[in-house]
């Protein structure tokens, strides 16, 4: 049951990326793609500010004894963001979104099949590339 959760909060983690992507590519189209991106992460930062004020339970402190590369996270948040945005506002949500899933799944198979960033090794094998493959046909199809 407690899987079943993760999966439908990912899922719903997914949908609101696709609204986001949405409404961030109309706001770009009003006031610039990287001023929309700039807002979203004020806001986003806002927000995050007072959950975590209210809730959150780490050590915010300890930012400065983590590894350099564990920070880079914050920048290609803004990457991934503004190229969303721009992508967005060029040739649609449904699109970019597709492409956008293609490629965390080809990096995310890579990460797991190397081990790298810490994440547990997950050897490549011939169900994930049918994925892989089955997600480039669902680009195509949603062109």
């Known amino acids: 049951m407690r899987k079943v959760l993760i999966y439908l909060a990912a899922i719903i983690a997914g949908m609101s990326l696709s609204i986001e992507a949405a409404i961030g590519g109309a706001l770009g189209e009003h006031v610039g793609e ?35 590369w564990n920070l880079l996270g914050g920048l290609l948040g803004v990457v991934y963001l503004a190229l ?39 050897k490549f094998n011939v169900n994930r590339l049918v994925a892989v493959v089955l997600l ?8």
Do not use: C, D, R, W
């Open 34 to 68: 990287l001023e929309s991106t700039y807002y979203i992460f004020i806001i986003g930062a806002m927000a995050t500010f007072l959950v975590t004020l209210f809730f959150g339970k780490g050590n915010l402190g300890a930012i400065f004894t983590v590894p350099k």
């Open 84 to 122: 969303l945005v721009i992508s967005v506002t060029l040739i649609g949500v449904g699109i970019s979104i597709t492409a956008v899933i293609i490629g965390q799944i080809v990096i995310s198979i890579i990460i797991e099949h190397f081990g790298l960033l810490g994440s547990p090794k997950i």
């Open 136 to 143: 480039t046909v669902s680009f195509f199809l949603v062109l």
